[in-house]
């Protein structure tokens, strides 16, 4: 099976740039892949060598291939991904979903696939989770507010802002507009201990940390919830639900925040497609490269493309014969 992993672009990853790419770097040296390098980029750009066929697959940047794509482009040329068997893509750009949906409706597997992707929009997926009643921070709390962009994954500290009140949460949405952000989410601040997860729905993986006992933190926010208590929860009930918003989001390689509060029920206030699985990398890349059943799924995929060919093939056929 010949794959290509695709490493997240650098404004989706911030200040997670390293720990994103180290991430699709163990998960493809699992596979007997490699990092293709910026010199491999620039002397043969994104296309797979035969070395490489025979390897098993390379990583490539979200980048090196929209830069590609712009060089095919400005030849007026049509860019196409190098044709392989799986793509296991972090990438969030609209450009390159759009050339992975290209090889989706090949039957190619790509992993996450671009519907998962976009549904794990922050406004999207909230709404998937008050559909399915799932358990989501209340409309007011008396703590004060997260204003979040609802476009996507933070971006920027800027993106997710505490709010005292309803006054500084109006401002803060002005803020918000006045930066082109018009798809907002509101949730209200909960006391609890910040977890984060990380799984891989197909392996039945899952793992969940307290950033507060490490320090660990892209901009700071966990402070707010203070030094972990370690309240007791149902371990098995936030994997459970965590599974189940996996399947409903069709995203199998997921990650998210949950408040577990002092009475031991829990609420999730992030869910995101392809986490760096930073406390668990190399446990995950094994999950990743040899969980998700892969090869079955392509085969899968490939019968459908086949049988949806022959019917309409057998369509075309009954309706020339009618005419």
Not at 134 to 163: H, I, M, N, T
Not at 232 to 247: G, H, K, V, Y
Request: charged share 30%; aromatic share 8%.
């Amino acid at each position: 099976m010949i794959v290509i992993g695709i490493a997240r672009e650098e404004r989706f990853s911030p200040n997670s740039v390293e720990k994103d790419r180290a991430i699709m770097v163990a998960v493809m040296a699992q596979m007997q892949g490699r990092t293709l390098s910026e010199e491999d980029v620039k002397r043969h750009g994104t296309m797979l060598s035969e070395a490489d066929m025979k390897k098993g697959g390379i990583v490539l940047s979200e980048a090196d291939i929209l830069a590609a794509a712009a060089e095919a482009e400005r030849h007026g040329e049509e860019y196409h991904l190098p044709d392989v068997d799986l793509y296991l893509s972090m990438a969030r750009g609209e450009r390159l979903l759009a050339l992975l949906r290209e090889k989706e409706a090949q039957g190619r597997v790509v992993m996450n696939p671009t519907e998962g992707v976009e549904a794990c929009r922050r406004s999207r997926v909230e709404a998937l989770m008050r559909r399915h009643h799932l358990p989501l921070p209340p409309q007011e709390s008396g703590e004060g507010y997260w204003l979040k962009r609802g476009d996507g994954a933070a971006q920027e500290a800027a993106d997710v802002v505490f709010c005292e009140d309803r006054q500084a949460l109006a401002v803060a949405e002005q803020a918000f507009r006045e930066r082109g952000i018009a798809d907002m989410v509101v949730q209200a601040h909960v006391r609890g201990d910040l977890v984060k997860f990380y799984g891989v729905e197909p392996a039945g993986f899952f793992r969940y940390f307290y950033p507060g006992d490490d320090g660990d933190s892209k901009f700071g926010d966990e402070e707010r919830n203070g030094k972990p208590r370690h309240y007791f929860f149902q371990r098995q009930q936030l994997q459970a639900t965590a599974e189940l918003l996996s399947r409903l989001a069709k995203v199998p390689v997921y990650g998210g925040d949950a408040i577990v509060k002092a009475d031991g029920d829990f609420v999730l206030i992030d869910f995101n497609d392809w986490p760096s699985f930073s406390r668990c990398k190399d446990e995950a890349a094994r999950a990743i490269a040899f969980g998700g059943n892969w090869s079955n799924r392509n085969n899968r995929n490939n019968r459908n493309n086949r049988s949806n060919r022959n019917n309409r093939s057998n369509r075309n056929n009954q309706n020339n014969r009618k005419i």
